[in-house]
């Protein structure tokens, strides 16, 4: 039973670890088609980000970053990419809530 246990925990660890590398990775990929050149601390914060959910609060400053190159509307749609890859990979209490105000 603890083989199994362990088996199970270790792919866990090595989803989490995965996720936090593809989701760094999306957000620095929009960080350096768009933003890197008007917020360059925004890059550094993203690549030494040390878990899921410092990623998680780099969202607003990510999509300032995209608004101030590509407007809102289009860092609004880039940012519903990358929220959407977090889902199943924060604590409960982290995750997105609907709006009341609506899109």
Request: include cysteine.
């Amino acid at each position: 039973m603890q083989s199994l246990l362990s088996k199970s925990s270790g792919q866990e660890s090595q989803n989490a670890i995965e996720a936090l590398a593809d989701i760094r990775q999306a957000m620095l990929d929009e960080l350096a088609i768009c933003a890197y050149r008007i917020n360059p601390v925004v890059q550094t914060r993203v690549s030494d980000a040390a878990d899921i959910q410092d990623l998680w609060y780099l969202r607003g400053d990510l999509m300032a970053a995209i608004a101030a190159t590509d407007g809102e509307a289009a860092a609004k749609r880039k940012m519903a990419h990358i929220s959407n890859m977090f889902r199943g990979q924060l604590p409960r209490g982290l995750s997105s809530r609907p709006s009341p105000l609506g899109d």
